[in-house]
């Protein structure tokens, strides 16, 4: 019963913050290739619309906390980056489509000797980023500490 009402809640929340052109939602990992000129990293993505309601603006809030935390060397040297990316601006539509995002998703890429692997975790975000947050935050560290490995 519990189950289904932690469905129900996710549901909503999605269907709140404007999921009606989400493409897909589910955890996949997927390859991109990039120039070989570029540094190998780990990104944290977190896709926005300009309107955001309480559970999006908490996903933001803890995914940037975590990752300042824990990871505030490798913030400078690049190796980890953040990326808070308004899909309201236009400029952003080419990320967004390679993403195949149109509302509110948080994703971890990896970039690896030219190669690009990224997990979408915009249903675990959602689930967990104001009901657990420190649980959410302690996720996102553990993803970015087994990329960077």
């Not at 977190?46 to 490798?74: D, L, N, P, S």
């Not at 390679?98 to 959602?126: C, D, H, M, P, R």
Request: net charge neutral; charged share 30%.
């Amino acid at each position: 019963m519990d189950k289904w009402i932690l469905v129900l809640a996710i549901c909503f929340g999605l269907a709140a913050c404007g999921s009606n052109g989400a493409k897909k939602n589910v955890s996949t990992k997927v390859e991109q290739v990039q120039p070989q000129d570029t540094k190998d990293r780990v990104e944290v993505l977190y896709f926005h619309g300009k309107k955001r309601c309480a559970t999006c603006m908490a996903i933001e809030e803890h995914a940037r906390e975590a990752v300042e935390a824990q990871f505030a060397e490798e913030l400078k040297e690049g190796t980890v980056v953040f990326r808070s990316i308004d899909l309201s601006q236009e400029e952003n539509e080419k990320i967004a489509e390679k993403y195949g995002v149109s509302w509110s998703s948080l994703f971890i890429s990896q970039w690896k000797g030219g190669k690009e692997t990224y997990e979408n975790l915009t249903l675990y975000a959602f689930a967990n980023a104001r009901t657990a947050p420190d649980s959410f935050k302690s996720k996102i560290v553990e993803k970015i500490n087994g990329l960077l490995k």
